[in-house]
């Protein structure tokens, strides 16, 4: 029974990522599109943007709280050019069922942003992966999904 308990998590917590990726996918419109905006000033484009993430979505299958680590993590250091995206859906605006969601994400972002890896890993102790290994699992994801 637990075994299966622990299976279903562990597919809450890669259907949740797959979701994050996607929308991150449809952000970048084949990588272009936020390479094109990160060669000028986002501050000024970002909330002008029609893009949405399911955020709501995200956090609902997140029953392990791996998106909260994730996002975390990317504010407790510079996040690689690869995983620097993520960082920039916290600029889109949300849709109105979206914005409670964002703003917790957006809370473990300046969380790690503040108090580093060890506070991330302390305030989200039952994601199943370490940072580096959840870092990977997400690159994987963005070159493997379509």
Request: with cysteine.
């Amino acid at each position: 029974m637990r075994l299966i308990i622990l299976l279903g998590l562990l597919f809450g917590v890669l259907y949740s990522l797959h979701i994050l990726v996607k929308d991150f996918q449809s952000l970048t419109s084949g990588g272009k599109f936020l390479k094109f905006l990160f060669k000028r000033d986002v501050s000024s484009q970002s909330h002008n943007l029609k893009y949405h993430v399911r955020w709501r979505k995200i956090l609902l299958y997140d029953a392990t709280q791996c998106a909260r680590y994730f996002y975390c993590s990317l504010g407790s250091e510079p996040a690689d050019n690869e995983l620097r995206g993520f960082t920039f859906m916290l600029t889109l605006e949300p849709r109105e069922e979206d914005k409670t969601s964002l703003e917790i994400i957006k809370a473990a972002h300046e969380m790690g942003n503040i108090s580093g890896q060890e506070a991330c890993r302390h305030n989200y102790p039952y994601c199943p992966f370490k940072k580096h290994m959840l870092f990977e699992l997400m690159k994987y994801l963005i070159s493997h999904e379509k």
